[in-house]
T-cell receptor
Framework: GAVVSQHPSRVICKSGTSVKIECRSL??????MFWYRQFPKQSLMLMAT?????????EQGVEKDKFLINHASLTLSTLTVTSAHPEDSSFYIC??????????FGPGTRLTVT | GIQVEQSPPDLILQEGANSTLRCNFS?????LQWFHQNPWGQLINLFY???GTKQNGRLSATTVATERYSLLYISSSQTTDSGVYFC????????????FGQGTRLTINP
């Protein structure tokens, strides 16, 4: 149990376009999901906390107009990177808080902006 | 915010060796998790252990909450144990979110 999926696993887009990443909890309902970013050989940095039916809470320094988060249902949160630039290239990982309070992580999405 | 320090940053061992990874944190926590990040980037849950001791096969973990540290033990290492091990904690007070340490990169040579 406690499986989280992400789609797509890898995406390449041109500078100036927008990219949407989906995060789904497959076998449990998640009122809270989280979005992280990871640069090569570094740790995970929390970008935002997503609560079902309400606005996301962004960490300091994260542009909310650039990284749009929508948590429309108890099993789905989406992250949209708007007007992507090469510096947005990174590994994006979502997680969901399970019924046992643990966080379970998706497999990640590798974004490359050319 | 809470500080999370992991040691050592890198560890290279021969197959069959045992290892101990440490996680120190600077405040009271109500959640502590250990993860293994595999070469493809997936974080695999190892332990949810805000206090006490747990064992799962060759792996075990101990958290001493009063002294603000946790240890992850790996016995009889295998090459598949290679990867980065992260400790992450949530403070007991304030926003409920995981803060990650910098990780320990473990390399097991055959």
């Amino acid at each position: 149990g406690a499986v989280v999926s992400q789609h797509p696993s890898r995406v390449i887009c041109k500078s100036g376009t927008s990219v949407k990443i989906e995060c789904r909890s497959l076998d449990f309902q998640a009122t809270t999901m989280f979005w992280y970013r990871q640069f090569p050989k570094q740790s995970l940095m929390l970008m935002a906390t997503s609560n079902e039916g309400s606005k996301a809470t962004y960490e300091q320094g994260v542009e909310k107009d650039k990284f749009l988060i929508n948590h429309a249902s108890l099993t789905l949160s989406t992250l949209t990177v708007t007007s992507a630039h090469p510096e947005d290239s990174s590994f994006y990982i979502c997680s969901a808080r399970g019924p046992d309070y643990e966080q379970y992580f998706g497999p990640g999405t590798r974004l490359t902006v050319t | 915010g809470i500080q999370v320090e992991q040691s050592p940053p890198d560890l290279i061992l021969q197959e069959g060796a045992n290892s101990t990874l440490r996680c120190n944190f600077s405040d009271s926590v109500n959640n502590l998790q250990w993860f293994h990040q595999n070469p493809w980037g997936q974080l695999i849950n190892l332990f949810y252990i805000p206090s006490g001791t747990k064992q799962n096969g060759r792996l075990s973990a101990t958290t001493v909450a009063t002294e603000r540290y946790s240890l992850l033990y790996i016995s009889s290492s295998q090459t598949t144990d290679s990867g980065v091990y992260f400790c992450a904690v949530e403070r007991s007070r304030g926003a409920q979110k995981l803060v990650f340490g910098q990780g320990t990169r473990l390399t097991i040579n055959p």
